[in-house]
């Protein structure tokens, strides 16, 4: 590993790393606004949830491969390999155009997010000294929420403006320039050893870090919002009448932006819990805001407030999970994370459209039981908090 405790974070290593993960966060976001439209004008206007579900499904399937992979092989071969899918599928998106090739193109598109965000939360890991983690991922993931942001409203907009093959193939081009930052950059890991067989093989730990239970439960949690969010607020917009069906996603990702930078720090400083602690908070607030908003301002106010909770959220989640990593089993316990991460979107976008059944009178329900996990979550960090408070007294 590159020695970390001498260098600052500003590098260009990070810096390039930043810039290929927004190209690569835009090219598989900006799909998501029109992809619901997309798939009723097919006639599978009843398998919306199906949109995140099955590309989140084989996101989590994926993770123990791209963890094992990224410890053995390196963090740069995992991280292009997400982009590559990103590019690949772009192109198959306008041949596949009944419901179900349509479908079984969600579930191969979730190798993307399966890999690349693995190797990156790793490959930060080695350049960042370890007590400006929180910072470091707070600043990373803006570069991602940037591409959240932008993605879903240019998306929106080729669309409308162009097509919805337009925006496919712009889908595939932003993923061919991240791949092209990676293949340049200088690879983290020491010890490789050749791909084989053999890393395969998965063994318990490989698929479950027991070392990281607790951020990847609350991860689990928070997330089902963030899976309803995605299926839920573009048909939410069409009944508002926003034309724009990722203006929300640019709202929420403005929002996450300006705070992940100081959650981070602060979580440095402060401790991962009780920032945590202020992040499901907010997420609460924000589901039942926007599940019982029945006006524009209304509906991106609650916009707003889910920014602000997953910008607090994904950072300090990232640093606690690798704070309890070593750099043995950093690979897999960052994808025990992402399989909860991913799990949670995937339950959430199932549960929510069944919830939902497109009925608007049911977006509220939808939405109050999405705040149900975040409460759990909440209720789980604070006797959590609790009990590491005891436990150090009576050390």
Not at 192 to 206: E, N
């Amino acid at each position: 590993m590159q020695s970390a405790s001498s260098k600052g974070i500003f590098t260009t290593q990070f810096w390039l790393l930043g810039l290929s993960s927004f190209l690569f966060s835009s090219s598989f976001n900006m799909l998501i606004p029109e992809l619901p439209s997309y798939l009723s004008a097919m006639g599978g206007g009843d398998y919306k949830g199906y949109i995140i579900g099955l590309f989140t499904l084989t996101a989590g399937l994926s993770r123990p491969f791209s963890g094992r992979l990224t410890d053995r092989i390196g963090r740069v071969p995992v991280m292009a390999f997400g982009s590559l899918v990103c590019f690949l599928c772009g192109f198959l998106y306008p041949v596949l155009i009944t419901v179900v090739p349509f479908l079984l193109l969600r579930l191969v598109h979730g190798f993307s997010t399966g890999f690349k965000p693995t190797g990156t939360s790793a490959y930060i890991a080695d350049i960042i000294p370890a007590d400006r983690r929180g910072e470091a991922m707070g600043i990373h993931g803006m570069c991602m929420g940037v591409g959240s942001a932008f993605g879903p409203a240019v998306g929106s907009f080729i669309s409308q403006s162009f097509s919805i093959n337009v925006l496919f193939y712009t889908s595939s081009f932003f993923a061919l320039m991240s791949i092209a930052i990676l293949v340049n950059m200088k690879e983290t890991l020491k010890e490789k050893v050749p791909l084989s067989l053999d890393a395969f093989k998965l063994g318990w730990r490989d698929i479950f870090e027991p070392d990281v239970f607790n951020p990847a439960l609350i991860t689990f949690l928070v997330y089902f919002g963030f899976g309803a969010v995605a299926t839920l607020t573009p048909d939410f917009s069409s009944h508002l009448g926003l034309q724009n069906k990722g203006i929300y996603f640019m709202v929420f990702t403005i929002f996450s932006i300006l705070v992940r930078f100081a959650a981070g720090k602060i979580s440095d400083r402060k401790g991962r819990l009780p920032v945590t602690i202020a992040g499901c908070i907010v997420l609460i607030i924000s589901m039942v805001i926007t599940g019982y908003a029945e006006s524009v301002v209304l509906f991106l106010t609650g916009a707003a407030f889910f920014g602000v909770a997953m910008g607090v959220l994904s950072p300090v989640l990232s640093a606690w999970t690798v704070d309890l990593s070593s750099d043995h089993n950093r690979g897999r316990a960052i994808a025990t994370m992402y399989i909860s991460l991913e799990a949670g979107i995937g339950f959430g976008a199932v549960l929510s459209a069944a919830l939902f059944a497109n009925r608007y009178r049911n977006l509220s329900t939808a939405f109050m039981a999405m705040a149900g996990f975040a409460l759990a979550g909440l209720i789980y960090c604070m006797w959590l908090y609790q009990y590491k408070k005891r436990s150090s007294r009576a050390i």
